[in-house]
């Protein structure tokens, strides 16, 4: 009995200590994707954002066309797309500025495909979206605001 | 293990569009479960497309993509016959690579 209980705490600490690991940060899925800029999708304002993907500021760009709705009834599934008229377009990204993690997605683009990439993402509210797109190593920007009617009501 | 993806690739006049719709519920992290304890995040990181093993593009998401994310691009080149191949991560460490024929 005794040798038992003794296992059972074992398995027990060991869970422990890879939870209390796990919360510190020290053990994350994520560390096997060292790809993943997770210092990006963190950011907490445009600007840390931008920062963490090297865009810095980008100059506006009537050349870069985002497609979305005027006015999104489902604040969950919102169809954006992107496309950039830019020359050697290599990297696009989303960011709506208004949620809390604002990069929703990145894109890189590699040669022989086209700068015209579509996805859905979720807003929580009426905001700005905009296309970051890395062009001939220079940064790019355009946005085009959305209205978020949650309660189909208008607004 | 999660559903497959739904991979459309269709070749036009030296072109080929691509449509992936994945299943993945793309939980962001801030939501609550009816007792108030907030729900952990759950969403693809990393997705890569491959044309007869060319990486044709390859993308992060973040929490702020949809639930069942969608995807559509396209690139230059590809034929009939051609193989298709994509694949994602998740912030869990799961992934999914399905493959299909450029039509």
Redesign the interface.
Known sequence: MNNQRRDALKAGGGLGVFGLLAAAGLIK??M??A???KSA?DAKSMDAALAAIGAGKPADSADIQITAPDIAENG????V?VVSNLPKTEYVAIM?EK????????????E???A????????GQTSDVFAVVKADGKFYVAKKEVKVTLGGCGG | MASPMRIRAASKDGVTEVRVLMSHPMETGQRKDSSGNPIPAHHITELSAKHNDKVVLSAQFGPSVSTNPYLAFKFKGGASGDKLVVSWVDNKGESRTDEVQVS
Do not use: C, H, Y
Request: proline share 11%; net charge negative; aromatic share 8%.
């Open positions: 899925p994520e096997a994707l790809a993943w800029n999708f969950a599934v919102v169809p797309g709506i949620n809390p993690s604002m990069l929703a997605a990145s894109f890189e683009i590699p022989g495909t086209m015209d990439v579509q996805t859905r993402v979720k807003m």
